[in-house]
């Protein structure tokens, strides 16, 4: 690495401008190279589900993991670890320096849109496992960034609002992870959040505010990486530059340029404050092999895919298994029912979407598990999405008599810039489009051939006319900002329908959709219309009567129910945690026709179970990425255990949630539960989730013989040795949880219990380990706002060791004077 010397040395040779232009992207994911100082392109792609690339490569596909919540779910560090090298071997082969990952963000209510993308509801275990992959990356030569600082823990109108915090919580629930995370892994990049922070000093956007970037985040903690916008949040140019911000993304367009060059002419901002952005670029360039001859990078080394295999199966959490249904004995007939067994929701919507190269759904790696010899039924149950299928081309015809949709391009002034046309009814694009294009008329002729009644349904984002053989259907006058990328309108805009019945001869539809380009500022232009038919078919109660058939016909049924695109994705918040459709129904309706029935909730988010207690077996299998299928055989037949424990809580009524929704109140999005996040608050409140916090059996047991207490050693503010036994029939993994109870003193709001510690096992039947857990003096302390500083309150605090939040085994206690 070269020294701070040679770093200051670089910076010099380089005028006011040239230096500025290094700070705003070069385009939606590189940052300028300067030749002039052997400074390449530094190159960012999203994570945290896999590493998506920039869209430039040959290949745009990728390895897909679980979603972050699975890897939560497996409280297991050193996957973390390996999970973040996989992200490194991918990004190297990409040409990506810097992964967008991980989150660092906390669960705090369950209806958050990007829950699927956060670890945890627990500050400690998020910190655990976002080290593990920030590790990982960095160990092999790329740079992560821990996303998004801070307080950014949900969606709705995200790019607007303030979280408000007391300095208390924010330093000790959501600053900790953040805290950790640097402590732990020096992570090279930070990136600041849309939403803004109101912690009592200081109200401002992330990208301005210099008490949390500046004093808190560079200052304090000693930061030495890279803080990067997130992309289009920069709305100023002195203020987030004097604030800490050092890059602007994306670019090239964006508040600071010419306008930052002029801001440091002119004294309102210092040079120094520039040169200390660019000493930190090089830092950072140098770091990942792109600042010439400077920093070492090791070889690249391939990944293994199998490890998203292990992380799926092993993520998995038994939630209940009554009668010992799980592992499955070999079965001769398998009846796979239910929305998500037939269409898997493999990975949330939004940035960290990655094209997978290979997917394996639930049927083919069930049936590639059975073998020949077993019978695999395979039955839907009814449909669970809102939105019907894309048009295709076969029912769809271009104009010019092609099979899909035809696009024309227009210019402001009418005149036709080109023409294209998809196979397909999805008309998302994002400037894939001539340049000067102000409007995209897209048209077809839909064939309904079946007799019946078919639905035609349309959704634009934008100010567009959309006509079926002349007749408005959708109409809007509005124009969309930036909010329709971010929030839902791109992704998920609303729908429209026209239903058609057709009788003996076919119906020819022509549709037409007259579309203004959508200018997002910052983030370029597009246009968004989804076209979409769905034919006559059976009704929702005729398919769930066939899988009813199907179940009590075969040995076991499998019921995978779940979310998917229309339901999880950044951009918005759910709106309730029920399963969309009639999934509960269909639940129901099995169970009661095969009593080996069990259901896999394929969901990275909270959803109710009403059902659960009437059900011999409920696995939660999170959004398990690429090997799915293969991960649900390993795990029902036996080969893997599914290990997994809850990384949050599931509530039984969404009554009993202690903090429902996020949604900001004239901008602002009050944190007033304070510590009290996630289990904390079910604890405060007395309530009783479905399941707790940590919860999980996985496919053994385990008896906690003792656990004996000492202090230290060295950092440690105590250790916990545990001595614990398999008493079950299988080698297995338990996660030792040691639970904080700190002394209640009523002029501090403490939680009533908070994870301070956990460790991994794993041994044979029979066999008896030790789990040795440290427990950070920081688990004890409190943030002492009038000093400013942490201090340990006196009292007798208790450790208690066990299986859950809930299921305590063991306690010890530690008497502070
Ligand atoms: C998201 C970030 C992401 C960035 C780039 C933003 O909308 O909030 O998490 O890294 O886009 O795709």
Same mark, same amino acid.
């Given at each position: 690495m070269p020294s701070e010397g040679e770093l200051a040395d670089l910076v010099g040779r380089l005028d006011l401008a040239a230096k500025v232009r290094l700070l705003t992207g070069a385009d939606l994911w590189s940052l300028p190279p300067e030749p002039a100082v052997g400074l390449g392109a530094v190159t960012m792609s999203d994570g945290p589900q896999g590493v998506r690339g920039t869209g430039r490569e040959d290949d745009p596909t990728g390895l897909l993991a679980p979603a972050p919540s699975a890897l939560g779910a497996t409280w297991d560090v050193e996957l973390a670890d390996r999970l973040g090298a996989l992200f490194a071997a991918e990004a190297r082969r990409k040409g990506v320096d810097l992964v967008l990952a991980p989150l660092a963000n906390l669960q705090r209510t369950p209806v958050a849109g990007r829950h699927f993308e956060y670890y945890a509801e627990d500050p400690l275990l998020t910190a655990r496992l976002a080290a593990g992959v920030v590790r990982g990356l960095q160990g092999a030569g790329v740079a992560a960034c821990v996303k998004h600082f801070v307080a950014n823990d949900s969606e709705t109108d995200r790019t607007r609002y303030v979280s408000r915090i007391d300095e208390r919580a924010l330093r000790e629930v959501y600053l900790a992870p953040f805290e950790q995370v640097l402590a732990e892994a020096g992570p090279w990049s930070v990136m600041a959040a849309y939403s803004g922070v109101d912690d009592g000093s200081e109200s401002a956007p992330m990208a301005e505010h210099r008490g949390l970037l500046r004093r808190v985040l560079k200052e304090e903690w000693g930061f030495d990486g890279l803080v990067v916008s997130d992309w289009a949040a920069t709305r100023s140019t002195v203020a987030s530059a004097v604030a800490g911000l050092d890059v602007v993304m994306p670019g090239p367009e964006g508040p600071w340029g010419d306008a930052l060059v002029a801001a440091v002419r002119d004294g309102r901002v210092p040079m120094d404050v520039v040169d200390d952005k660019v000493v930190r670029l090089l830092r950072l360039a140098a770091r990942v092999g792109r600042l010439d001859g400077r920093g070492e990078r090791p070889e690249p080394v391939a990944a293994d895919p199998g490890l998203l295999r292990t992380i799926a199966a092993r993520s998995m959490v038994v939630l209940r298994d009554e009668g010992g249904l799980l592992p499955l004995a070999a079965p001769e007939s398998v009846a796979l029912i239910g929305p998500n067994a037939v269409r898997p929701y493999l990975q949330g919507g939004g940035s960290a979407f990655v094209p997978a190269r290979r997917v394996v759904g639930f049927e083919e790696g069930l049936r590639a598990a059975l073998g020949e010899g077993a019978r695999l039924s395979v039955h839907r149950g009814g449909d669970a999405r809102v939105r019907v299928p894309f048009l295709t081309a076969a029912s769809a015809t271009a104009p010019d008599g092609t099979p899909g949709v035809e696009a024309r391009y227009l210019a402001a002034d009418g005149g036709e810039l080109g023409t294209a046309v998809r196979p397909t009814g999805d008309w998302g694009t994002f400037g894939d489009f001539p340049p000067g294009t102000h409007r995209v008329v897209l048209r077809t002729r839909v064939t309904l051939a079946e007799q019946g009644t078919h639905r035609l349904q349309f959704g634009c984002a934008g100010r567009h006319r959309l006509t079926v053989d002349g007749e408005v259907v959708s109409y809007e006058e509005e124009r969309g900002g930036v909010e329709?990328?971010?929030?839902?309108?791109?992704?998920?805009?609303?729908?429209?329908?026209?239903?058609?019945?057709?009788?003996? &001869?076919? #119906?020819?539809?022509? /549709?037409?959709?007259?579309? *203004?380009? +959508?200018?997002? !500022? $910052?983030?370029? %232009?597009?246009?968004?219309?989804?076209?979409?038919?769905?034919?006559?078919?059976?009704?929702?109660?005729?398919?769930?009567?066939?899988?009813?058939?199907?179940?009590?016909? &075969?040995? #076991?049924?499998?019921? /995978?129910?779940?979310?998917? *695109?229309? +339901?999880?994705? !950044? $951009?918005?918040? %759910?709106?309730?945690?029920?399963?969309p459709g009639h999934q509960d129904a269909l639940v129901r309706a099995v169970a009661a026709a095969n009593p080996r029935t069990v259901v896999v909730v394929n969901a990275g988010a909270p959803v109710l179970l009403p059902w659960a207690d009437e059900v011999p077996a409920v696995l939660w299998a999170w959004l398990p990425g690429q090997e799915a299928g293969h991960a649900l055989a390993d795990v029902l037949f036996g080969r893997t255990e599914p290990s997994g424990r809850l990384p949050w809580t599931l509530p039984a009524r969404e009554e009993d949630v202690p903090v429902p929704h996020a949604r900001p109140v004239a901008g602002v999005v009050d944190y007033r539960e304070g510590p009290h996040v996630g289990y904390r608050a079910w604890d405060r409140a007395g309530r009783e989730p479905a399941f707790a916090f940590g919860h999980g059996l996985g496919w053994t047991r385990w008896h906690y013989e003792e656990a004996a207490l000492e202090r230290g050693p060295g950092e440690a503010w105590c250790t916990l040795t545990v001595r614990l036994t398999n008493t079950g029939p299988r080698t297995g993994h338990e996660v030792v949880q040691v639970y904080l109870t700190p002394p209640q003193d009523p002029s501090l709001e403490r939680p009533v219990r908070l994870l301070a510690g956990f460790a991994m096992v794993r041994a044979r039947a029979g066999e008896t380990v030790?789990?040795?857990?440290?427990?950070?003096?920081?688990?004890?302390?409190?943030?002492?706002?009038?000093?400013?500083?942490w201090r340990l309150p006196p009292g007798r605090y208790l450790l208690r060791v066990g299986r859950s939040s809930r299921d305590a085994r063991l306690t010890r206690t530690l008497d502070v004077p």
């Open positions: 329709v990328v971010l929030g839902s309108t791109h992704n998920r805009p609303p729908v429209r329908h026209r239903d058609l019945v057709v009788g003996d &001869a076919p #119906v020819h539809a022509e /549709v037409e959709a007259d579309l *203004e380009v +959508v200018d997002a !500022e $910052g983030y370029g %232009r597009f246009v968004s219309a989804h076209l979409r038919h769905r034919p006559p078919g059976p009704t929702v109660q005729d398919e769930i009567a066939r899988a009813v058939r199907a179940a009590a016909e &075969a040995d #076991v049924a499998v019921v /995978v129910v779940g979310t998917n *695109e229309e +339901v999880e994705s !950044e $951009g918005w918040d %759910r709106t309730d945690l029920s399963l030790t789990a040795t857990v440290a427990v950070p003096r920081r688990a004890a302390e409190v943030w002492d706002t009038g000093a400013g500083c």
